[in-house]
């Protein structure tokens, strides 16, 4: 396995490629606006392509601490799922009085995401040929039969090799509707580029220190600079947030991906996928993988690391073992890839809440919203919290403001020095779970007894 990665770029492939957009420059000053923007990752971008499409004269400014898509709007695996709940299981959980409006919210934003695309003429190779869930072990097969329904097609072992051959696959789902793929770092600089051709005033490389409220404004000190804005949008995501109270409520988890060198056409008969959907398999410890436009297979997931003292460093982004890991699962996944290298390795911080789906909220009278906690399946979702924060702040009594989810916070993670064993106490169980046929043990049992959810 170890020869397969000799050589591997340690960036991520998304961020090599040549389209790649020169950064905007840093601020360096005081300036005001109407709407301020912290974070210039998805949630972000679409907050403040939004807020201009709604009302153009409305003064917006985008600060970014780093380069756009340098974070996970850049290195993410490119899955767009329209599930705004983490999945229907964990909608159940959640907000199961809810779950048919939020399912209609999900499809009517997924669809808003599409037209966006389009009407920006983003070029983020969409591509809609549905997500294929397969089965590995036995007892998944008779999960992913009992979640057949309208929009899905169920193969049997012998049927899904027409679609994609490995030794491995049981069975398969493929989800027609509600799924697709993107290059990401490509929505990125699309969505930045829609942005500043509205007018959206964007400064990169300037990261916000504090937030303080100025009686009818509030005011973000940067390294060089302030801004003075009457609303202010916080889409900071997995990195420490500016308001203390939210500090608990999210965890910074370490999510590692692999690509492959291109396959030639011999190879991808071999393996017969041949059409652009993606793959995940249904393990709680679960990898994801997909085709890019170039016949690469990028392989990711598994491993969800958190290191202890829950600190965000570049070190981290490497990780040799869970590299060498992956790359055993993919040989074993795709025998006939044997030969195959990877050309890049990389890794990065999601977030995660303890309620797997994403937050909303208001602070300092209403001038503040922020959304947070998408737990890696934010592509998509990262646009409707966008247009909650826009609901919230505009003080419009919407169905996005009004369902549960607008209003339910996450339980808090317990602080540092109990969460480091607490973690590994965790993926143990759930480790424990796939070795034992999908059936949680106590540990998990009582933790979803207590609303707390768990998946890699």
Sequence with gaps: MRKALD????????????????????LNGATDADLLVIGGGYCGLWTALI??????????????????????????GGFVEASLTHGTENGRRHFADELPIL??????????????????????????????????????????RAAAGPGTTFYRRKELTEL????LFRAGLMQHEGGALVHPAKLAWGLKAACLRLGVRIYENTPVTAIKEKEKSVR????????????????TNGFPSLLKRNRLLTVPIYDYVLMTEPLTDAQV?????????????????????????????????????????????????QNPET?????????????QLRDVRFTHAWGGMIDMCTQLAAFQGRAMGGKVAYSSGFTGLGVAATRYGATVMLDLLDGRDTVRTRVKMAKKKPLPIPPEPMLYPAVQVIRNAIAQSDRNGGRDGFILKAANAFGFSFDS
């Design 269 to 317: 008969a071999e393996i017969g996928w041949t059409k652009r959907f993606g793959i995940s398999d249904t393990s709680r410890q679960f990898h994801y993988y997909r085709m890019t436009s170039d016949n690469r297979i990028l392989w990711g997931g598994y491993d969800a690391v958190y290191h202890k003292g829950g600190e965000i460093r570049p070190e981290h982004d």
């Design 7 to 26: 050589g591997a770029s340690r960036t991520p492939f998304w961020l090599e490629d040549p389209g790649r957009p020169a950064p905007e420059p840093a």
């Design 164 to 167: 994609v051959r490995s030794p």
């Design 220 to 235: 973000a000190t940067t390294w060089a600079g302030s801004v003075k804005a009457r609303k202010v949008a916080l889409a």
């Design 103 to 144: 399912d209609a919210l999900a499809a009517e934003n997924f669809a808003e995401f599409e037209a966006a695309i389009v009407r920006h003429g983003i070029d983020a190779e969409f591509v809609k040929e549905g997500v294929l869930a397969v089965a590995t072990e036995p007892h998944q097969v008779d999960e992913l």
């Design 323 to 335: 590299f060498a890991r992956l790359a055993d699962h993919f040989m074993r996944t795709f025998p």
């Design 51 to 76: 807020a201009k499409e709604t009302d153009p004269a409305r003064d917006v400014v985008l600060v970014e601490g780093n380069e756009i898509a340098w974070a996970a709007s850049g290195r993410n």
